[in-house]
């Protein structure tokens, strides 16, 4: 990947339950998964960073990094 390649990141995301739920009901909840797309800035070992809502080439009002160990796919888009 080349930086500002567009790409779709597909990653398991945390979740939080609220209120009584039995233990068992929790255990058996699936995880949910995410789709992120955006503009390929950089990676390294622990993560990957897109940015979004760019304005010219090289200013970038939101990021989003994703620790590796949550990816379960990067797709490059046309």
């Known amino acids: 990947m080349k930086v500002r390649d567009k790409i779709e990141v597909e990653w398991v995301d945390a979740q939080t339950l609220e209120g009584f739920i039995p233990f068992d009901e929790v255990m058996s909840t699936k995880l949910i998964t995410a789709n992120t797309c955006g503009y390929f800035i950089g990676q390294d070992k622990e993560k990957i960073v897109i940015s979004f809502m760019n304005f010219g080439e090289y200013d ?8 590796r160990v949550l990816i379960k796919k990067i797709k490059v888009l046309r």
């Open 60 to 67: 970038t009002k939101y990021f989003q990094i994703i620790p």
